[in-house]
């Protein structure tokens, strides 16, 4: 399974990017799929998690109700579109196959794309 993630690169506050994840492997609607990200000098933190079919979706409180993510299994792509940025969403983005919170539940990972929100 290999994963890239894309879309990254440099946002006023306030706007919007979405990011892209291609899923090269394994059939991709039997997975769940997840973002995380890492900022500066920080541990990697959950941002949200889609079932295989994208029927559910869960977000960390700290983007509830500013990111969606969203998944197009027909074109083995996961979204995760950002809205409101915030300075402090500043991070390398990674998204992972798996499922909820814990990187311990996620078996592949893509490279990561770096988003920088400047206020």
Known sequence: VQLQASGGGLVQAGGSLRLSCTFDGRTFNRYHMGWFRQAPGKEREFVGWITASGGE???ADSVKGRFTI???NAKNTLFLQMSSLKPEDTAVYYCGQG???RE???DYWGQGTLVTVSS
């Open 57 to 59: 979706v869960y977000y």
């Open 104 to 106: 311990l539940n996620y």
């Open 70 to 72: 969203s998944r197009d």
């Open 99 to 101: 499922y909820g919170s």
